[in-house]
């Protein structure tokens, strides 16, 4: 068995997958689509794979909706979003080269679909210079229904397009979401816009160059958004091209590509899988925050340990005995103004091997070091502490996922080699105050499937 395969996380069975694509909810269920190369555990051949989930966690793996086989995407069906019309999917997508945005139609039950006829539906102005064009991602206002498209302008900056159309198949330039100068980073790969009952909204972005995901926040009007500057949307290493869903009661979930750390993944024959389901939330002082949506919670199988209102020191381990691959720990605790929290994970018995979760704090800052793991090394960052912090981390084979506070998420991934390498620990330096530890054993995410 590959213990770094994911037994929780949405992966496919095998081969190649990177951006989510065009969630959305039909027939009472989550349908996913995802970059996906169904012929090798390397990037190429880019279609969308297709999966559905009653729960958002509990998956269906299913025949990919598309591949590229028409002469405006013969090079890949790229990114995009998928747009319920008159009790239909409608994907919106772009397709390659060049860069152009196309629709493809299905059926109610979302099992086929069919390219328009009349693709491309939108195409770069004539002799626009761009760094990119591609990754639609759409709402609806006004009684019509917006895109914004990622895009740059070479060695100068990055910005987002605004089109609007009743149809899907005419289309209207609006002008430019938001931009922000920029030599480096000068294209915005999937654009994510996210709206608030206020008239705020979160435009998320991913920039190649830092391979990370930043967000935007600010108020939106006139199809304008006026915000600050870009800011990093997660602390860790492996997070990015996330797509959000809006369900029928209103959240916003958001999934993320958890892209892999380590060369020569593709001796596994596979690569890639996506985070667990996000909410987006936003915050009293127009700031923007994730938790982990209330449905995976239904992954817990087994509560492994619970300890409550107790002070934790240098030499404890209240988790000893305790190994698994795929748990959620949960702590809360007090945030003081000195101590650190440690928790070690894949920990073999001596500790030739572990990956470490700190929050520290004295700086308010939140760490994952994997470099005695496979991983990359030490990832993080400072974040919003003091009071009661509640720190939620999911181990997953290889991927690793650490919550704080309903706000900040760090996201990274881990390689173990050791069949040992399952061990758990926990201990603070300077002691700290725990009001509440859990430890869950989680189920598979696939019927018929162990856990690890």
Known sequence: MDKTR???HFQPEKNWMNDPNGPAWIGGKLHMFYQYNPY????????????????????????????????????GVFSGCCVMKEGKPHLLYTGVHPEVQ???IGDESAEHFEKYAGNPVIERLPGEELTGFRDPFAWEEDGMTYIVVGSGEPKKRGFAIVYRSADLKTWERVGELCSRDDAAEDMWECPNFIRFPDGRAVLLVSLMQAQGVF???????NHRLEGGALRPFDLGDSFYAPNTVT??????????????????RE??????????PREVLEYGDGSVGVRPA???????????????????????????????????ILVEFEAGSQGELHLELCKSPRGEEKAEVLYDGTADALY?????????????????????????VFLDGSALEVYLNDRETLTTRLYPTREDADGLRIYAEGGVRVNLLQVYQMDSAYAGEATI
């Open 267 to 276: 001796a596994a024959g596979w690569q890639g899988m996506l985070t667990l």
């Open 40 to 75: 090798g555990a390397v990037w190429g051949n880019m279609s969308w794979g297709h999966a559905a989930a009653e729960d958002l966690v509990r998956w269906t793996r299913l025949a990919p909706a598309l591949y590229p086989d028409a002469p405006y995407d013969k090079d």
């Open 294 to 328: 209330a449905e995976v919670t239904a992954l817990r199988r087994e509560k492994l340990l619970e300890m409550r209102n107790f002070t934790l020191r240098s030499g404890d381990n209240p988790l000893k005995g305790l190994h698994s691959r795929a748990c959620e």
């Open 6 to 8: 994911a037994t929780y």
């Open 215 to 221: 967000a935007l926040e600010g108020k939106y009007e």
């Open 368 to 392: 994952a070091d994997t470099s005695r793991c496979g991983g990359r090394g030490s990832v993080g960052g400072y974040v919003q502490g003091s009071g009661r912090t509640r720190l939620r």
């Open 247 to 264: 369900l029928p009661d209103g959240r916003a979930i958001l999934f993320g590509w958890m892209r892999e750390t380590m060369p020569g």
């Open 102 to 104: 196309c629709l493809a």
